[in-house]
């Protein structure tokens, strides 16, 4: 089981950056596809984020422009660059780790971390 740890979390001011991270076991991490995912107060759990493998990303139409991922395989970790924060960008933000093992796929998830954007 892999195993996914968010930290960077905490309060800023709108227009404000912040940056996540997200460390995972495992000494296959290079073939895993990462995600970011947010749980905004009373909404379900949405992606913002992933990145595959090979660097490809993909972002919400939410956050495109303003949010960076980024992945540092020598250091099994995956990064978060938020830049311009809104207040509707305040949610509980969650790292998925995305992998196979003997042939089967797998999610692996961290417990969140809080951003609140906020004046």
């Known amino acids: 089981q892999v195993q996914v740890v968010e930290s960077g979390g905490g309060l800023v001011q709108p227009g404000g950056s912040l940056r996540l991270s997200c460390a995972a076991s495992?000494?296959?991490?290079?073939?895993?596809?990462m995600g970011w995912h947010r749980r905004a107060p009373g909404k379900q759990r949405d992606v913002i984020t992933t990145?595959?493998?090979?660097?490809?990303?993909t972002y919400a139409d939410s956050v495109k422009g303003r949010f960076t991922i980024s992945r540092d395989n020598a250091k099994n970790t995956v990064y978060l660059q938020m830049n311009n924060l809104k207040p509707e960008d305040t949610a509980v933000y969650y790292c998925?780790?995305?992998?196979?093992?003997?042939?089967?796929?797998?999610?692996?998830w961290g417990r969140g971390t809080q951003v609140t954007v906020s004046s």
């Open positions: 990145i595959a493998p090979d660097n490809t990303t």
């Open positions: 495992g000494s296959r991490f290079r073939t895993y596809v």
């Open positions: 998925n780790a995305e992998y196979y093992w003997r042939s089967m796929k797998y999610d692996s």
